[in-house]
């Protein structure tokens, strides 16, 4: 049976990469924080039989002792500050956790090649992020590097390593994944504060959603499509870089105005959101949109759900919590 070691665990994508994994039968293995609390217990109820271990992004020395210790087939490297917002609010600890961390899990994974002599396969989720204010749209894997944020550049830094490491004779591949959504997306993301409100004022029949940029575009997926990505970009015989898109861009505008709809506040949507320059960031990608042709065409990968129907799965969950009919981890 294979074996599989994922950190990041127990965001949005590792407990969805978790379950499908555990599904195909390969054996789940997971870094956890000491103080993983109330999200180890929703992992372990979507999947449970996952083998955790505890250790911290910060500690480049535990990755090398669980790498060698699990021996796994395949490493999926999730675990990072993922918040652009908060990447202005911790760059050094962004730089850190999101950038050199990386490169730590590739050398562990490298020496485990190295002294095994079996392939060890990795994967670095990259970021659209990297790409910043865009030369050109939509990118690609040949769009140059040049973010415009702290967890752009962390980001970035990690990316190249993957290829620096690609070029010693590890087999990383990297996944350049534009947003994905789902409702186990955190409540600090824009997109879920969005729904949650939405819901809220739908159910409260007043409110308004505070917002920063209404203007930024950005190319929104559905999270189990995107994890899927990253098991066909490992699996794949030769490891590259991939887009992983829908191709289609929508505002934070039209996210707010679909959410909205669909929790029943149609005409009236616009009464609803506020912009609050408190939400402004220093610097923005105006516009992010991906061409995933080299996914499709190498790894057979497409996108199965589309924008309108993303919001409204959110929506609908947000609903069915404020009703008490799901749980946060459904
Ligand atoms: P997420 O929900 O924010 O999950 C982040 C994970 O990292 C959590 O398991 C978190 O653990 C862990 N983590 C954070 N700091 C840590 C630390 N110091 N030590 C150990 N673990 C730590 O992120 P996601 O949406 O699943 O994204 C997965 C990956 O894809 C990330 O690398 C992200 O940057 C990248 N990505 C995501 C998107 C997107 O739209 N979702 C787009 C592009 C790239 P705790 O539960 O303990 O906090």
């Keep these: 049976m294979p074996r599989a ?10 407990g969805y990469l978790a379950e499908q994994l555990q599904a195909e039968g390969v054996e789940v293995h997971g870094m956890v924080r000491a ?3 109330d999200a180890v217990r929703e992992l372990l109820s979507r999947a449970p039989g996952v083998v955790l271990h505890q250790g911290d992004l910060g500690d480049s020395d535990r990755f090398g002792e669980l790498v060698a210790d699990i021996r796994p087939d395949e490493i999926y490297n999730l675990a990072a500050i993922s918040s652009v917002a908060y990447s202005w609010q911790e760059p050094v600890l962004t730089a850190r956790l999101s950038g050199v961390a990386a490169a730590a899990i590739f050398e562990a994974a490298w020496r485990l090649q190295e002294n095994t002599s079996r392939r060890v396969a990795c ?3 990259s970021s659209a992020e990297i790409f910043g204010h865009a030369a050109v749209s939509p990118q690609d894997e040949s769009t140059p590097v040049r973010p415009v944020s702290p967890y752009g550049a962390a980001k970035a830094f990690a990316h190249h390593m993957a290829g620096v490491y690609r070029g010693r004779g590890l087999h990383v591949a990297t996944c350049i994944l534009f947003n994905h959504e789902s409702p186990r997306r ?6 879920r504060k969005i729904t949650a409100a939405a819901a809220r004022i739908s159910v409260e029949g007043s409110g308004v959603i505070r917002l920063g940029n209404l203007e930024a575009r ?19 015989e ?27 506040l149609g005409d009236r949507w616009r009464d609803h959101i506020e912009v609050d320059p408190e939400f402004l960031r220093p610097a923005e990608a105006p516009t992010l949109v991906g061409d995933a042709g080299k996914a499709q065409r190498e790894l057979g990968w497409a996108p199965t759900v589309r924008f309108e129907e993303v919001v409204g799965r959110m929506v609908d969950h947000d609903m069915e919590l404020l009703h008490g009919r799901a749980s946060v981890a459904q």
């Design 5 to 14: 070691f994922i950190t990041g665990i127990t965001g949005q994508d590792g």
């Design 218 to 236: 950005r190319d929104w997926g559905w999270a189990p499509d995107y994890v899927d990505a990253m098991v066909r970009a490992v699996r794949c």
């Design 186 to 191: 955190p409540l600090v993301f824009v997109t």
């Design 238 to 264: 030769t490891a590259g870089d991939y887009v992983v898109a829908t191709g289609e861009t929508h505002s934070v505008a039209d996210f707010a105005q679909a959410a909205l709809r669909r929790a029943g």
């Design 123 to 125: 994967l670095q989720p």
């Design 35 to 37: 103080d993983g609390g």
